[in-house]
């Protein structure tokens, strides 16, 4: 949930207007405590041959649901609709006020924007819309044909890209470096295997407990994002040290020292590669 003030717009006197995110309809006519907006206290009113102006100003708490598959890498679209469903496009038209916004705006219109802690405006756009409803309102004329109203309409889209830098040094700085933790034991020697077992069970059960941390910050995904592969990859590494370790104790029981050697060279080597392949995946796969 976002609490976002809405540009300010100029809706025609006594009309119901509706701000909707997408699958979110809110009344600003509605009679609550926390409406919206009030139709009948404009901050402005003038009327000049014929023409009536009344500036508004809307401000809200929207829900919107967002698409987490890239997180913390994606960006998000914030969109604010517009719309009048009670009073059909013939009647009611929504414009962009291309001389009042001063559109087209440098730096894709976002400079006059509050920033953000963690996130980056990137661009703001202004879109016409139109809504339509097959309902025939209970017209008995309209029950045999094909009955259509069209409503006006206008999207404001906010586009957003997530400081991903700030987000991984402050939340994954922990992991990174348990990453590390884990590759010096394998260069522990065979009489540390027991302490080379502990701390690569120990890692993966501080990262399961950071992964958790994260995930608590999504509500209601379903899905695997972004970042849970990479703790899942890091557990995969994990386990495959504590494999090593196994392996090599063995191969040193059985008088096999020059094999274990080798063995524990090839894992150093194989944890390396990993790391540096799963940071090139990402890199190119999200333009971090």
Avoid at 209 to 238: H, K, P, R, W
Avoid at 251 to 276: F, G, N, T
Wanted: hydrophobic share 40%; net charge neutral.
């Amino acid at each position: 949930m976002a609490r976002c003030n809405e540009p300010e717009t100029t809706p025609p006197p006594d009309s119901t207007t509706y701000a909707t995110p997408p699958g979110l309809n809110v009344d600003l006519n509605a009679a609550t405590d926390k409406s919206p907006y009030d139709p009948k206290t404009p901050l402005e009113a003038t009327e000049s041959d014929g023409l009536k102006y009344r500036l508004y100003r809307v401000q809200g708490e929207f829900k919107s649901t967002f698409d987490f598959h890239d997180y913390p890498f994606g960006a998000q679209s914030l969109v604010l609709c517009l719309s009048n469903q009670f009073m059909p496009h013939e009647q009611v038209v929504y414009a962009i006020d291309n001389l009042g916004l001063r559109l087209p705006r440098a730096n894709h219109g976002i400079s006059g924007l509050r920033s953000l802690a963690n996130w980056n405006f990137t661009s703001i756009s202004y879109l016409p819309a139109t809504l339509r409803s097959t309902s025939t309102r209970g017209n008995p004329g309209a029950l045999q044909g094909k009955y259509e109203t069209e409503y006006s309409g206008l999207d404001v889209a906010i586009g957003v890209q997530r400081k991903t830098l700030v987000f991984l040094v402050k939340s994954l700085l922990p992991l990174i470096l348990l990453v590390m933790v884990v590759y010096v034991t394998l260069h522990f020697p065979v009489s540390l295997t027991k302490e080379r077992l502990t701390i690569a069970i120990s890692a993966m059960l501080a990262s399961a407990v950071l992964l958790s941390g994260i995930n608590t910050q999504l509500t209601d995904v379903g899905y695997t994002t972004a970042i849970e592969y990479g703790v899942y990859a890091f557990f995969a590494m994990c386990l495959f040290c504590v494999v090593t370790a196994l392996a090599v104790e063995r191969l040193h029981a059985v008088k096999m020292h020059q094999v274990a050697v080798r063995s524990d060279i090839a894992a150093r080597v194989v944890y390396v590669l990993s790391v540096v392949g799963l940071f090139i995946a990402y890199m190119s796969s999200y333009d971090a």
